[in-house]
């Protein structure tokens, strides 16, 4: 069960190149190299090799490369981006209920030492 396949293709502009590499063993163990850009595939890839080859270990590495032609097509995730921003907004209330702090010193060593938080030498330090 010693092998070895590549494949490439063209799909509007982008070149996809595909290696597979296999050798025997008892169990099965796959490993896949993708492009940040595609791993969210790398389920399905699994999956596929899974249902076809029982046993040994299996290299995959795909590859692509955008052509001249090849523009990226971004696609929002408006769902997604709203709920990182009432999560970034709900973190900043929070961080700002406990008085006057300034964005620029996240450490809060400059805010203004009579407010009993500020930096104080010989003190303690009180925390909300």
């Known amino acids: 069960m010693t092998g070895y396949g590549r494949a490439e293709t063209d799909h509007r502009g982008t070149k996809f190149s595909v290696e597979l590499n296999s050798v025997n063993r ?3 163990d796959i490993v896949i190299n993708l492009p940040r850009d595609l791993t969210e595939l790398e389920p399905r890839i699994r999956q596929t090799i899974n249902e ?4 040994g270990r299996t290299n995959v590495v795909v590859t692509f490369h955008n052509g001249p032609n090849g523009a ?5 995730d408006t769902e997604l981006a709203r709920s990182y921003h009432e999560a970034m907004c709900a973190l900043q ?3 700002n ?3 006057n702090h300034d964005r620029h010193d996240p450490s809060g060593a ?8 500020g930096d104080q030498r010989g003190g303690s330090v009180a925390r909300h």
């Not at 076809?52 to 046993?55: P, Q, V």
């Not at 990226?72 to 929002?76: E, G, Y």
């Open 26 to 28: 008892k169990q099965s």
């Open 52 to 55: 076809n080859i029982s046993r």
């Open 72 to 76: 990226r097509h971004l696609a929002l």
């Open 93 to 95: 209330k929070e961080l």
């Open 97 to 99: 209920s406990g008085g």
């Open 110 to 117: 400059g805010r203004n030492a009579s407010s009993g938080t």
